[in-house]
């Protein structure tokens, strides 16, 4: 009943346009009037206690570091790097995509950024190159979406608030997952890459290739000062994402000198303050919306609804996520969140399902549908930058589309894949 109270309003007033964080609380407040407990004060407690989270601290900071370093001239030293190492092979220009995203990935943690980045360099030179448009921006979108998963990541933070569960261990997670994303999409780029006649880049001397490093090397120093800070409990991943902002800040400023100015340093703070307000509203939000499917029980209403389907936690992980590529395909990200994060994770835990292996597999999840349309923000970044249409670009995008729905199956059937890196790493 309480189930479908929750739901039924919620996407009532999200179908009538009403912002995500206001409709959380509608629907919060629905089911206390239901329930006949409505009180101001719990909604306002939880709504501050939401935002008054000491991890939450780490998003604002991973945003600032990624600013930094786009307008500082990091992104622009690793595609360099990645160019003189792959540009020079058939569908070069691709390799060169992927290995920028996983590095992209270790430096930001956001999918959005990182595809604006590395679409904004590459996508204007395979074009240059006689590269298919829509096939170059799908792989972009594609490899833009690695961000969420490889540490830093500002999704696995919101997860591990919300569900209470190792901001660390999620990141050691996700490492090797994003890996397999990269690799998958390096396969199939392999065959893609043959039906299109493009120029290649001329193959870089040795001295260039030390060169591109040198000049990238203290870029790539980040996401390896961030695991093994980590891993080795020097820093908490709140204390790690200052580390990285002002890591960030100070090589743009000492070692990349020239393109990042004082003058700048304000309006990236605004665009910062911007997109963190943003979050922790619905971070807020959603703290209240947790507090009241919590005492309503929707968990245990969910979960005996799912124990009468299977008892099986393979196959029920399989439903979840069926479920949630559909939400994914209609709705963010950050809210899906926030949303189900509350509703899902207790239901997965009375099922002997890891929550730490379940950030992860959700995460990946709702990070496909940052590439499907009708609402899949990366998708709508990529082919704003590359000009084409989003019909255009999600032909352009199904076979790694493809690739990614079967590493997350590969994910589900066998979560060694993730369990046992995951012990290796947190050792």
């Known amino acids: 009943m309480m189930l479908w109270v929750f739901l039924g309003v919620l996407f009532l007033f999200l179908f009538l346009g009403v912002p995500v964080a206001f409709a959380m609380l509608v629907s919060a407040v629905a089911m206390l009037l239901v329930m006949g407990v409505f009180d101001t004060q719990i909604v306002a407690q939880n709504l501050i206690n939401g935002a008054n989270n000491f991890p939450l601290m780490a998003i604002p900071f991973f945003i600032l570091a990624g600013e930094i370093m786009n307008a500082g001239g990091i992104s622009k030293r690793i595609v360099s790097f990645a160019s003189t190492l792959v540009g020079h092979i058939r569908g070069g220009l691709g390799y060169v995509?992927?290995?920028?995203?996983?590095?992209?990935?270790?430096?930001?943690?956001?999918?959005?950024?990182?595809?604006?980045?590395?679409?904004?360099?590459?996508?204007?030179?395979?074009?240059?190159?006689?590269?298919?448009?829509?096939?170059?921006?799908?792989?972009?979108?594609?490899?833009?979406?690695?961000?969420?998963?490889?540490?830093?990541?500002?999704p696995l933070i919101m997860f591990g608030v919300v569900g209470g569960v190792s901001i660390t261990q999620l990141f050691m997670g996700g490492i090797v997952p994003g890996i397999l994303f990269a690799v998958g999409l390096i396969i199939v780029w392999y065959f893609v890459a043959k039906r299109d006649n493009a120029e290649t880049m001329p193959k870089a001397t040795t001295k260039e290739r030390v060169s591109a490093?040198?000049?990238?090397?203290?870029?790539?120093?980040?996401?390896?000062?961030?695991?093994?800070?980590?891993?080795?409990?020097?820093?908490?991943?709140?204390?790690?994402?200052?580390?990285?902002?002002?890591?960030?800040?100070?090589?743009?400023?000492?070692?990349?000198?020239?393109?990042?100015?004082?003058?700048?340093?304000?309006?990236?703070?605004?665009n910062t303050a911007r997109t963190t307000g943003v979050v922790m509203l619905l971070a807020s939000a959603a703290m209240v919306t947790a507090y009241v499917v919590t005492i309503a029980q929707i968990p245990a209403e969910l979960g005996g609804f799912l124990g009468g389907i299977t008892q099986n936690p393979t196959l029920l992980l399989l439903i979840l996520m069926v479920f949630l590529l559909l939400v994914g395909v209609v709705m963010d990200m950050t809210p899906a969140i926030l949303i189900f994060t509350p509703v899902l994770l207790p239901v997965v835990i009375a099922?002997?399902?890891?929550?730490?292996?379940?950030?992860?597999?959700m995460v990946i999840n709702l990070c496909i549908g940052l590439i499907t349309p009708p609402v899949g923000t990366v998708l709508y970044v990529?082919?704003?930058?590359?000009?084409?249409?989003?019909?255009?670009?999600?032909?352009?995008?199904?076979?790694?589309?493809?690739?990614?729905?079967?590493?997350?199956?590969?994910?589900?059937?066998?979560?060694?894949?993730?369990t046992v890196p995951l012990e290796w790493f947190t050792k």
């Not at 204390?239 to 003058?263: D, H, N, P, Q, W």
């Not at 099922?351 to 597999?361: C, H, L, N, R, S």
């Open 351 to 361: 099922a002997g399902i890891d929550p730490v292996y379940f950030g992860i597999v």
């Open 97 to 154: 995509t992927i290995f920028s995203g996983v590095l992209f990935a270790g430096l930001s943690g956001s999918a959005v950024a990182d595809t604006a980045a590395l679409g904004a360099i590459l996508i204007p030179m395979m074009a240059a190159r006689g590269y298919n448009v829509g096939r170059a921006s799908g792989l972009v979108a594609s490899s833009g979406i690695i961000a969420p998963i490889i540490p830093p990541s500002i």
């Open 382 to 418: 990529a082919a704003g930058i590359s000009k084409i249409s989003i019909i255009e670009i999600t032909k352009g995008i199904w076979p790694f589309l493809l690739v990614q729905i079967t590493v997350l199956l590969l994910l589900i059937l066998f979560p060694q894949l993730v």
């Open 213 to 270: 490093f040198v000049q990238a090397i203290w870029a790539l120093f980040m996401p390896v000062i961030i695991i093994v800070g980590l891993r080795g409990g020097i820093f908490t991943p709140t204390e790690a994402a200052v580390v990285a902002a002002m890591y960030a800040l100070l090589i743009s400023f000492t070692v990349y000198r020239g393109e990042l100015k004082v003058k700048d340093i304000p309006m990236l703070l605004v």
